[in-house]
């Protein structure tokens, strides 16, 4: 007896220490949290507890104060309601898939939770952020407090009452580096609105050269700081840098960064530098090259960041206008028709593009904004990915052109982006543009090039995976139909600005083929093109323009010696057009093998097709090597417009290093350190884009 006895007491001191215990932190890469026991279904009778959370309002924000190696920070809750309030959880909200809680975050209380709050009670909360089990610098995060709160008389429990954490342990004066890095741009265009008509041109664009290089510096400090082995699981969705606040109605202000936005970020303000050190007097002037250029510049890098749709639209709005501007400041009476050509283009993928965001919007799920104030639909990007992966397309079974609604929005984007990506059959604005001058082609092919390779990549296999591999055929061959066509014509193409044109249309294409096959390795060949294209293109403009300068014709026919006659210029050219044309031993040529391989795992017949148009539009590039070899033209030493120099072309003047050496240098780095790139995307890759792609012989990486 005596032994059954100490059984049964032993038993019971096991079942009570299961049951009734105090509350502790929970750390690690699962959700924290504190749980009593289950939630009854229905409120109790009689007398009832309310919750107050103690705060600046129902939904108040938690900001841990850094310490040394940890955040901490405390709030409370209150029983304002006339009988007993029990607390049956306090965590991360639940959702599907992925928990939300980040790494290294513990909610502690030092009083048991199964004890009830009495009628006036508070109870603190302690949350802990610890930094050696997370690489994120950024904590944002909602904590939810289940209870039995209930209104006298209710039939139903209140709504649940959150907590919005927010934590940086990054240094003061990083806080707001994206949106310094993307407003820099605009110092520029206040510049040039101010010194106009006080200023020599040159003045002009030496200054705003300056001020580019200003910000493409400052664009730069988050690749410093930059976590690349940050997942989900550390937090904050992957990006990193966040910045968010709450503008107006369910509007964000939501900027950030992952792996595949990173390298792009000061690619806006180094052409930028570039069209204003290569600014000319004339037609157009330096201080519209600077003044349009700076907002197009500061509009492409919000584009980069800007985690909201409604952020993204403005941007590509602004961006399209900024451009079109530029155009008609350039264009002279005989070209108002490039001009017109360049902006119905750019019109029309900005409009297309605020149609697809309200599409988007309309079919989204209710979310929260960082204050933890909910709204009915989402305009995070983030949060609308979370509800694709947990199988959440479209609210309400919304349909797009008869299609599933995701497959229809894909297919919308990319009509919409076609325009301004220069896709065939929207392609015929790129060798326009080229005539309206060296600067003015720099900007808008290298901001185009940045534009739509963003858009291509967060909206489609991003946002929806799925569609992206359904509509993969389709984007396919629209990137092998651009290239091929594009190849054609660079055959018979007898201006090098024609050809510039052409090189603009088949990158274009490859990027969007690479992107079609919706693989990891076709993702990262797609990024690795778009900053190539973005730095080869306006490499390729500048060079043509510094030959119609020197020489007043561009004819591929009448050209070739300049490998004698000016050695400088011809190499620029020689880097240029290889590195435009993605050919070997350029950066882009790492994305184009990317591109091949990925698509044999998916479709062997559109590989070989893609291996035929590059080769095809290689052979139409290869043409533009006329210019560099062979002896010097005849008509040289007759030409009136270089009877100054003697008959013989200049080489690079002084004015002309600072543009050529940064385009050079950095796609020299390009091909001869493409880690400098993958470092950088490959986990954001693997992470947040496998599942683009399950595990299987397609998924080459």
Same mark, same amino acid.
């Given at each position: 007896?005596?032994?059954?006895?100490?059984?049964?007491?032993?038993?019971?001191?096991?079942?009570?220490?299961?049951?009734?215990? #105090?509350?502790?932190?929970?750390?690690?890469?699962?959700?924290?949290?504190?749980?009593?026991?289950?939630?009854?279904?229905?409120?109790?009778?009689?007398?009832?507890?309310?919750?107050?959370?103690? =705060?600046?309002?129902?939904?108040?924000?938690?900001?841990?104060?850094?310490?040394?190696?940890?955040?901490?920070?405390?709030? !409370?809750?209150?029983?304002?309601?006339?009988? #007993?309030?029990?607390?049956?959880?306090?965590?991360?909200?639940?959702?599907?898939?992925?928990?939300?809680?980040?790494?290294?975050?513990?909610?502690?209380?030092?009083?048991?939770?199964?004890?009830?709050?009495?009628?006036?009670?508070?109870?603190?909360?302690?949350?802990?952020?610890? *930094?050696?089990?997370?690489?994120?610098? !950024?904590?944002?995060?909602?904590?939810?407090?289940?209870?039995?709160?209930?209104?006298?008389?209710?039939?139903?429990?209140?709504?649940?009452?959150? +907590?919005?954490?927010?934590?940086?342990?990054?240094?003061?004066?990083?806080?707001?580096?994206?949106?310094?890095?993307?407003?820099?741009?605009?110092?520029?265009?206040?510049?040039?609105?101010?010194?106009?008509?006080?200023?020599?041109?040159?003045?002009?664009?030496?200054?705003?050269?300056?001020?580019?290089?200003?910000?493409?510096?400052?664009?730069?400090?988050?690749?410093?700081?930059?976590?690349?082995?940050?997942?989900?699981?550390? =937090?904050? /969705?992957?990006?990193?840098?966040?910045?968010?606040?709450?503008?107006?109605?369910?509007?964000?202000?939501?900027?950030?960064?992952?792996?595949?936005?990173?390298?792009?970020?000061?690619?806006?303000?180094?052409?930028?530098?570039?069209?204003?050190?290569?600014?000319?007097?004339?037609? #157009?002037?330096?201080?519209?090259?600077?003044? /349009?250029?700076?907002?197009?510049?500061?509009?492409?890098?919000?584009?980069?960041?800007?985690?909201?749709?409604?952020?993204?639209?403005?941007?590509?709005?602004?961006?399209?206008?900024?451009?079109?501007?530029?155009?008609?400041?350039?264009?002279?009476?005989?070209?108002?028709?490039?001009?017109?050509?360049?902006?119905?283009?750019?019109?029309?993928?900005?409009?297309?593009?605020?149609?697809?965001?309200?599409?988007?919007?309309?079919?989204?799920?209710?979310?929260?904004?960082?204050?933890?104030?909910?709204?009915?639909?989402?305009?995070?990007?983030?949060?609308?990915?979370?509800?694709?992966?947990?199988?959440?397309?479209?609210?309400?079974?919304?349909?797009?052109?008869?299609?599933?609604?995701?497959?229809?929005?894909?297919?919308?984007?990319?009509?919409?982006?076609?325009?301004?990506?220069?896709?065939?059959?929207?392609?015929?604005?790129?060798?326009?543009?080229?005539?309206?001058?060296?600067?003015?082609?720099?900007?808008?092919? =290298?901001?185009?090039?940045?534009?739509?390779?963003?858009?291509?990549?967060?909206?489609?296999?991003?946002?929806?995976?799925?569609?992206?591999?359904?509509?993969?055929?389709?984007?396919?061959?629209?990137?092998?139909?651009?290239?091929?066509?594009?190849?054609?014509?660079?055959?018979?193409?007898?201006?090098?600005?024609?050809? +510039?044109?052409?090189?603009?249309?088949?990158?274009?294409?490859?990027?969007?083929?690479?992107?079609?096959?919706?693989?990891?390795?076709?993702?990262?060949?797609?990024?690795?093109?778009?900053?190539?294209?973005?730095?080869?293109?306006?490499?390729?403009?500048?060079? +043509?323009?510094?030959?119609?300068?020197?020489?007043?014709?561009?004819?591929?026919?009448?050209?070739?010696?300049?490998?004698?006659?000016?050695?400088?210029?011809?190499?620029?050219?020689?880097?240029?057009?290889?590195?435009?044309?993605?050919?070997? =031993?350029?950066?882009?040529?790492?994305?184009?093998?990317?591109?091949?391989?990925?698509?044999?795992?998916?479709?062997?017949?559109?590989?070989?097709?893609?291996?035929?148009?590059?080769?095809?539009?290689?052979?139409?590039?290869?043409?533009?090597?006329?210019?560099?070899?062979? #002896?010097?033209?005849? /008509?040289?030493?007759?030409?009136?417009?270089?009877?100054?120099?003697?008959?013989?072309?200049?080489?690079?003047?002084?004015?002309?290093?600072? /543009?050529?050496?940064?385009?050079?240098?950095?796609?020299?780095?390009?091909?001869?350190?493409?880690?400098? *790139?993958?470092?950088?995307?490959?986990?954001?890759?693997?992470?947040?884009?496998?599942?683009?792609?399950?595990?299987?012989?397609?998924?080459?990486?």
């Amino acid at each position: 007896m005596k032994r059954a006895a100490r059984l049964c007491f032993w038993v019971a001191l096991l079942v009570l220490g299961l049951f009734v215990r #105090p509350a502790s932190a929970h750390l690690g890469a699962e959700q924290p949290r504190i749980v009593g026991r289950a939630r009854p279904e229905l409120p109790r009778e009689g007398p009832r507890g309310r919750l107050e959370i103690v =705060g600046d309002g129902t939904s108040p924000k938690l900001r841990l104060v850094p310490g040394r190696s940890e955040a901490t920070g405390t709030f !409370q809750i209150k029983n304002v309601g006339e009988g #007993p309030l029990e607390v049956f959880r306090v965590g991360f909200e639940r959702e599907e898939g992925l928990p939300r809680a980040p790494a290294g975050v513990g909610i502690s209380s030092g009083e048991r939770e199964t004890k009830p709050l009495q009628p006036g009670e508070v109870r603190t909360y302690t949350v802990t952020w610890r *930094w050696d089990e997370s690489r994120a610098m !950024q904590l944002y995060g909602t904590l939810a407090v289940e209870t039995d709160s209930a209104a006298p008389g209710a039939a139903v429990y209140d709504a649940t009452q959150v +907590v919005a954490l927010v934590a940086d342990r990054r240094p003061s004066h990083l806080r707001s580096i994206l949106s310094l890095a993307a407003l820099a741009p605009l110092l520029a265009t206040l510049f040039a609105l101010l010194a106009k008509t006080r200023l020599h041109e040159r003045r002009v664009a030496q200054i705003g050269a300056a001020i580019a290089a200003f910000a493409a510096a400052i664009a730069c400090v988050p690749l410093a700081s930059f976590a690349r082995r940050l997942s989900r699981e550390d =937090g904050g /969705w992957g990006l990193q840098h966040i910045e968010r606040a709450r503008m107006f109605g369910d509007v964000e202000y939501f900027v950030g960064v992952d792996g595949l936005s990173a390298p792009l970020l000061p690619l806006a303000a180094v052409v930028l530098f570039a069209a204003a050190a290569s600014a000319r007097p004339g037609r #157009p002037s330096a201080a519209s090259i600077v003044g /349009w250029g700076g907002v197009l510049a500061s509009a492409t890098t919000f584009f980069v960041v800007s985690q909201s749709l409604a952020l993204s639209a403005v941007a590509l709005c602004v961006a399209a206008a900024a451009a079109s501007g530029l155009v008609w400041s350039a264009a002279g009476a005989a070209q108002r028709s490039v001009a017109l050509q360049v902006t119905i283009a750019l019109g029309a993928s900005a409009i297309a593009f605020v149609a697809f965001v309200v599409l988007v919007r309309s079919a989204s799920f209710p979310s929260r904004l960082w204050d933890g104030t909910l709204v009915e639909r989402t305009l995070a990007l983030p949060e609308l990915a979370r509800e694709v992966a947990h199988g959440h397309v479209a609210r309400d079974g919304a349909r797009l052109f008869g299609m599933p609604f995701d497959r229809g929005a894909v297919t919308l984007l990319a009509l919409a982006l076609a325009g301004m990506g220069a896709i065939v059959p929207f392609h015929a604005w790129a060798p326009a543009v080229t005539r309206l001058g060296g600067a003015t082609a720099a900007l808008l092919l =290298g901001a185009t090039s940045i534009l739509t390779g963003v858009a291509l990549s967060r909206f489609s296999v991003a946002l929806y995976p799925e569609a992206t591999r359904s509509a993969s055929t389709l984007l396919c061959v629209l990137g092998l139909v651009s290239v091929a066509l594009a190849g054609l014509r660079a055959c018979v193409d007898s201006d090098l600005r024609d050809l +510039v044109g052409r090189l603009a249309i088949a990158s274009g294409g490859l990027a969007l083929f690479s992107l079609g096959t919706a693989t990891p390795a076709g993702i990262q060949g797609h990024l690795a093109i778009t900053i190539t294209r973005a730095l080869a293109l306006p490499l390729a403009a500048l060079a +043509v323009s510094a030959l119609a300068e020197r020489t007043g014709d561009t004819t591929l026919e009448r050209g070739g010696g300049l490998a004698r006659a000016t050695p400088w210029l011809a190499s620029l050219w020689v880097l240029a057009l290889g590195a435009a044309a993605l050919a070997p =031993g350029s950066g882009g040529f790492w994305g184009a093998l990317l591109a091949i391989v990925a698509a044999m795992g998916r479709a062997p017949w559109l590989a070989l097709a893609m291996v035929g148009a590059l080769a095809l539009s290689t052979a139409g590039s290869l043409r533009g090597l006329s210019v560099v070899m062979g #002896p010097l033209p005849a /008509w040289w030493k007759a030409s009136a417009h270089l009877e100054p120099n003697g008959g013989t072309p200049a080489d690079l003047r002084r004015d002309d290093l600072p /543009w050529a050496l940064v385009l050079a240098l950095l796609l020299v780095a390009l091909a001869v350190g493409p880690r400098l *790139w993958l470092d950088l995307s490959d986990a954001t890759i693997m992470d947040v884009y496998r599942s683009a792609e399950p595990q299987g012989p397609t998924q080459v990486f």
